[in-house]
């Protein structure tokens, strides 16, 4: 199947990643696709699907490529429960909309292998966005707040938030330890990359990734000391 502008959406989970986001933007340049997420900044996945329903320049099938960022296998599931919610939504849009399985890694070769490949088509009776399980705010001990706004952002935040991340994955850790949330500014911007901490309401900066490993010994620490 040949596509053409308009008909190819990569969907990948953190598109602002700078380790995988030139990468990206390279690939959608040689498909003539466009670039969504379905997590975090950069062009919402129904943001883009509102755009090419709004110009009608896709006449057939529109089709979405979950391509993966630097941390492959994440998120996949998300990309067909949120195009599932804009097709429930969008009940006469100008085109058919399929996902088809996800790429190998972000280059142009493995998106068209997948392609050639079967492709499901969504038809909104797919798993929704609420869940019984997500009712309640999960049990944690710690909620840590990441700033990404535009100080912290420009001075490593993303970069910070990753560490944190693969940190917790390396002791085992999950959200029953500590709850991540990123947000827009927080303030004070001259301790950029700034975290806040609670309970305690600590605001720390500049948190590096070198500081990452010190920064969760602390918070253990703080927790048996408590007990």
């Not at 099938?61 to 939504?89: I, K, M, N, Q």
């Not at 709850?179 to 600590?202: D, E, I, R, W």
Request: charged share 15%; with cysteine.
């Amino acid at each position: 199947m040949t596509q053409t502008a308009g008909h190819l959406v990569l969907v990948t989970v953190d598109l602002q990643d700078p380790r995988t986001h030139s990468g990206l933007v390279r690939t959608a340049g040689e498909l003539g696709a466009v670039l969504a997420t379905v997590n975090g900044s950069g062009p919402a996945l129904v943001d883009v699907l509102d755009s090419l329903a709004a110009r009608r320049v896709v006449q057939d099938d529109a089709v979405l490529v979950p391509v993966p960022g630097h941390e492959p296998g994440t998120g996949w599931s998300w990309v067909r429960r949120v195009a599932a919610h804009w097709w429930r939504t969008h009940p006469y849009p100008p085109f058919s909309l399929s996902v088809s399985a996800p790429a190998q890694d972000h280059t142009a070769q493995a998106v068209r292998a997948c392609l050639e490949g079967a492709h499901q088509p969504v038809t909104g009776s797919e798993a929704g966005l609420t869940n019984s399980a997500w009712e309640q705010v999960p049990e944690h001990r710690h909620h840590l707040l990441l700033c990404r706004g535009p100080r912290c952002s420009a001075q490593g935040a993303s970069q910070t938030v990753r560490a944190v991340a693969a940190e917790m994955r390396r002791r085992g850790w999950g959200d029953e330890q500590i709850l991540l949330t990123q947000t827009g500014c927080l303030f004070p911007c001259n301790k950029a990359p700034v975290v806040c901490v609670h309970p305690g309401s600590q605001w720390l900066g500049p948190i590096h990734p070198v500081d990452v490993p010190s920064l969760l010994d602390d918070l253990h620490s703080a927790e048996k000391a408590e007990q």
